[in-house]
């Protein structure tokens, strides 16, 4: 192919193990570009970071802009350094045309010769530009404001894509394709101590979770660990706080005693009731405070201080006093809940899952657990890339999780 335009970029850091080089190179020949490796060094020991410096050449500067823009979201920088390109926003709740489209991996802009990171590093962002402050953001669409600075087209952008850890972790094992095979007991283990590593360390352990934990009688393993302080944070929705109070004030789940699976009498109206007397209470943390609600999941986030945030839908009955009915509202409010989260376990919801996905950033780790293994799976393929997918039923995950919390407890004393 006869290439008239050309552009020199760089690769650094674990690109051969990680697989970055190939991906790029491959990249360059599907986009009917071509390439060639003038400079390449491979790191000798693990830890040692790899380099490429690498030609790219396509048939017309538009292809080229496309190749690079394409390759630059796995890490290949141009050699020729520039500041990135502002266009302030010309109306509100809408990026300028050419925006760049953010990924959930660590990024830099070039601002006045020198490279600055984002903050609140989110997918599916434009990044917002304060010149003055020298400071760069993610930025949500609909919250875009008249004037704002934001960055237009790749130039002077640069991503590190997350690669593999220096340090060997208990999850290395489980980085592998989603599977109903996997060895369960083992990759439950791991999460156990990613929960008490969290704990021990500071940091905060994220819940997202579907009514399918309380219909299959998990409520009492997560009230376990809510009590024992490894839950930090709790991301749901009306069905999973409604179902519980049901169960609490029942002792039903959509109208099924958990305690025999008798099927109750009338029992399909208990979810309602059990939302209207909240309702007519004032709240979930009333309802405690006076003694209504004494038992649940609901009732051990309130007893032990567990921030947790409810996102309606539009099936909802009620709904709750809690849960947010607006969406945007409650999507900004889940990236204010997310800023200190380091670790995420997601079980049995799919839409709550992918949205809480999309807001995390690679670094975070994320365990999707769920007998359907489409979940896992679209989790990975919206880019929430460092999902580890396990593929079993809420309740004997939650009962073996608990156990090995409890089993390493014990041997920690």
């Known amino acids: 192919m006869s290439s008239e335009f050309t552009e020199k970029v760089e690769l650094t850091g674990h690109i051969i193990d990680s697989l970055l080089l190939p991906k790029v190179l491959d990249c360059v020949t599907a986009a009917g570009g071509a390439f060639r490796i003038e400079k390449i060094t491979i790191g000798q020991a693990r830890k040692d970071p790899s380099y490429a410096l690498v030609e790219v050449s396509a048939p017309s500067e538009e292809k080229l802009e496309q ?14 350094k520039q500041d990135c390109r502002l266009v302030a926003a010309d109306i509100a709740g809408a990026f300028p045309e050419g925006f ?8 830099e802009i070039r601002l006045g010769g020198q490279w600055v990171e984002l903050q609140d590093q989110e997918m599916d962002c434009g990044i917002l530009v304060d010149p003055a402050a020298s400071t760069a953001r993610c930025r949500a669409m609909t919250d875009v404001r ?7 087209g790749h130039a002077g952008v640069r991503v590190h894509p997350h690669g593999r850890e220096t340090q060997a972790h208990g999850f290395e094992f489980m980085n592998s394709p989603v599977s109903t095979e996997k060895p369960k007991g083992v990759a439950i283990r791991q999460i156990a101590q990613e929960l008490i590593r969290t704990k021990r360390e500071g940091g905060k352990a994220l819940l997202v979770g ?3 934990i309380v219909h299959t009688g998990s409520d009492e393993h997560l009230c376990k660990l809510l009590r024992k302080g490894y839950i930090q944070r709790l991301f749901a929705g009306n069905a999973l706080a409604t179902h519980d109070i049901e169960q609490a004030i029942f002792g039903t789940s959509l109208g099924v005693r958990l305690d025999c699976g008798d099927i109750v009498e009338a029992g399909h109206e208990h979810h309602l009731r059990a939302i209207n007397r909240i309702r007519r209470i004032g709240s979930i943390k009333k309802a405690v405070e006076i ?6 999941i609901m009732y051990e986030c309130i007893r032990n201080n567990v921030p947790f945030l409810l996102a ?6 009620g709904p709750l006093p809690e849960v947010i009915t607006d969406t945007l509202e409650a999507q900004q409010q889940m990236r204010e809940q997310i800023r200190d989260v380091t670790f995420c376990l997601m079980v049995a919801t799919t839409l709550h899952s992918i949205a809480v996905g999309n807001l995390l950033p690679a670094w975070v780790k994320v365990v999707c657990v769920d007998i359907n293994p489409s979940t896992c799976i679209k989790l ?3 880019g929430s890339f460092q999902t580890v997918g396990l593929v079993t039923d809420v309740e004997p995950f939650f009962r073996a999780l608990v156990g090995e919390v409890e089993r390493m407890e014990a041997s920690a004393r």
């Open 312 to 317: 309606g839908s539009i099936r909802d009955d």
């Open 210 to 212: 579907g009514p399918a």
């Open 100 to 107: 760049y489209s953010t990924t959930n991996q660590r990024t």
């Open 291 to 296: 003694g209504e609600l004494k038992s649940g």
């Open 146 to 152: 008249l004037g704002e600075q934001f960055v237009v």
């Open 380 to 382: 990975a393929d919206r």
């Open 67 to 80: 190749i690079l823009a394409t390759i630059a979201d796995h890490g290949a920088i141009p050699v020729v």
